[in-house]
């Protein structure tokens, strides 16, 4: 009798650059077209300001910049998903959100020394999937306590 299953994680997949991240749909809230973004004085340079969502105002993050990548402009793709940290919701602007998709726990490796450009401590790990490399991205650790708590000082 073998009733070990294999555990599939459910992602969602974005762009930067020409690099494919996923995050966990749990920490996903939902997906939104940019709009216009109201800028906060003295914040990180990566933080773009902050957006009016259904009420909620809501930090956004451009994490190009946060991963050190060269800033571009928005384009008909570019999206802002909108991820749970802390029990606050703040937007990270990404170059395309693709799709939803499972990958199978034992798919994922543990991040190599260097991926790209992004700092191997914001990675989880990776998985090949076809023949994508996906990196799976690691939300707690693209923020700081201290820089969530800034956001929070913005968001209220």
């Known amino acids: 009798m073998n009733n070990e299953t ?3 994680r459910k992602v969602i997949i974005f762009q930067l650059n020409d690099e ?4 966990s749909v749990q920490q996903v809230g939902s997906i939104e077209r940019i709009q216009p973004i109201t800028r906060v004085p003295q914040t990180a340079d990566f933080v773009k300001g902050v957006i009016n969502l259904r009420g909620v105002v809501t930090p956004i993050i451009d994490l190009r910049i946060r991963f050190g990548l060269k800033e571009t402009e928005f384009t008909e793709s570019s999206r802002i998903i909108i991820v749970y940290l802390d029990e606050m919701e703040v937007g990270l602007i990404v170059d395309a959100a693709n799709d939803v998709i499972d990958i199978p726990e034992d798919t994922i490796e543990p991040a190599p020394e260097v991926i790209g450009s992004v700092d191997i401590d914001y990675i989880d790990g990776v998985a090949k999937l076809d023949n994508r490399l996906l990196i799976l991205l690691n939300l707690r650790k693209v923020l700081t306590k201290e820089e969530i708590n800034e956001l929070k000082s913005v968001e209220g």
């Open 6 to 8: 294999i555990v599939d």
């Open 20 to 23: 494919e991240y996923a995050v």
